[in-house]
C-alpha cells in the first residue's frame, strides 16, 4: 500500500464503519418490528458474525492462541458481546432509534470511570467536567423517554439498556484490556463470536428459529443482512484499517458519525423522531465525550515525564477511545 494514501484509506475506513453503524439502528430497528425482535436479531448478528470471521480465518494467516488465552476470550465474550449485544439489541427494540445512536456515544465517559478504577488512569478536571455533561444528556434523554415511552420519542427501559450496552463494552476494555492488544482483530473476534454464539444459542436458539419459519418479509431479511454483515462484520474490520494508522483522538472522533446518520436516516423515514430536549441532550453527551477524550491519559503523563526521568516506564494505554457496536 502506497504510504502516501494511508491516512486518507484510514479517515475513509473509520468514517463508513461509523456510517454503517449508524444506519444499522434505523435498519435494525426497522427489521426488528416487521416479524423479527431483539433475541432473535441478537442471534443471527452473533451466529452470523461467528461464521463469517471463522471462514474468513480459513485464508489468513492464524494465530497461535494458548489453551488460557481461549478460555480469557470466554470472558471477553459475555463483556464485550453477549452482554453488549444483548442490551444494545434488545434496548433497540424498545427505543427510539434516535435515542440508542445517541447514547452509543456515551461510551467513553464510561470507558474513562472503569480505566480510572481498574487501571488507575488520572483524573483530570477535564474528565470530570467531561463526565458529568456526558450525564447529564443522558438523564435528558431517559427523562424524556419517560415523559412520552414511544418507540419514535423514545423509551426508558430501551434507554437504560443501551447504557448497559456501553458500560458493558467499557467494562470489557478495562478487564482485558491486555488481551485484546495481544491479538489481530481476526483472531479476537471468531473466538468471542464463537463463545458468544454458545453461551446465547441455548436461550435463544429455538424462539429464533420459531421465527424465521414464519417466514418475515424479504425486507427484513435484508435489513438483518446488512446488521450482521456491514454493521457486525465489515464495520470491525474497517475500524481496525482506521486504527492502524490514526491517533485515538481522532477515532473518537468519527463516534459523532453514527447518530448523526441515525437521526437523519429515522426522521426521513418516520422511524424517529427529533425534539427539542434531545437535541439538548446530543450536545451535552457530544461536549462531554470531546472533554473526557482530549484529557490527558497515563501514557501521555508518563511520555511527558520521561523527558524529565529517562527511566520512567511508558506502560498505560489509555481505553477512552474505542468503540465498538
Not at 511520555?303 to 529517562?310: I, L, M
Request: glycine share 8%.
Amino acid at each position: 500500500m502506497n504510504t502516501n494514501n494511508r491516512p486518507l484509506i484510514a479517515h475513509l475506513s473509520m468514517f463508513l464503519a461509523c456510517a454503517f453503524w449508524g444506519l444499522m439502528a434505523p435498519l435494525g430497528k426497522d427489521a426488528m418490528t416487521h416479524g423479527l425482535d431483539g433475541l432473535s436479531m441478537v442471534t443471527l448478528r452473533v451466529v452470523g458474525g461467528a461464521v463469517l470471521f471463522w471462514t474468513t480465518s480459513l485464508f489468513i494467516r492464524r494465530e497461535r492462541v494458548p489453551l488460557r488465552d481461549v478460555w480469557m476470550f470466554a470472558g471477553a465474550a459475555i463483556f464485550g458481546l453477549v452482554c453488549n449485544q444483548c442490551c444494545y439489541t434488545i434496548g433497540l427494540s424498545i427505543t427510539s432509534p434516535v435515542n440508542a445512536s445517541i447514547v452509543t456515544t456515551s461510551m467513553p465517559i464510561f470507558a474513562m470511570l472503569l480505566a480510572a478504577l481498574i487501571l488507575k488512569e488520572p483524573i483530570t478536571g477535564k474528565k470530570v467536567a467531561g463526565v458529568l455533561l456526558g450525564f447529564s444528556g443522558a438523564l435528558i434523554l431517559i427523562l424524556t423517554s419517560a415523559a412520552h415511552s414511544s418507540d419514535k420519542v423514545g423509551d426508558i427501559r430501551g434507554d437504560l439498556l443501551c447504557l448497559g450496552a456501553q458500560f458493558s463494552f467499557a467494562l470489557y476494555l478495562s478487564l482485558f484490556n491486555k488481551l485484546i492488544r495481544r491479538y489481530n482483530v481476526f483472531t479476537i473476534n471468531r473466538w468471542m463470536f464463537l463463545w458468544a454464539s454458545l453461551f446465547i444459542l441455548p436461550f435463544t436458539g429455538s424462539h429464533t428459529w420459531n421465527l424465521v419459519t414464519q417466514h418475515p418479509p424479504q425486507k427484513t431479511w435484508m435489513e438483518a443482512g446488512y446488521v450482521v454483515f456491514f454493521g457486525t462484520y465489515v464495520g470491525y474490520i474497517l475500524t481496525m484499517i482506521g486504527q492502524k494508522t490514526l491517533r485515538p483522538t481522532v477515532v473518537s472522533v468519527y463516534n459523532y458519525v453514527q447518530p448523526l446518520v441515525a437521526v437523519t436516516v429515522s426522521i426521513l423515514t418516520g422511524i424517529g423522531v427529533l425534539k427539542w430536549s434531545q437535541a439538548l441532550a446530543v450536545v451535552l453527551v457530544f461536549c462531554g465525550v470531546a472533554l473526557v477524550t482530549k484529557s490527558k491519559s497515563r501514557r501521555d503523563m508518563e511520555k511527558a515525564e520521561k523527558k524529565t526521568s529517562p527511566g520512567t516506564s511508558e506502560g498505560g494505554e489509555s481505553l477512552q477511545d474505542g468503540s465498538v457496536r
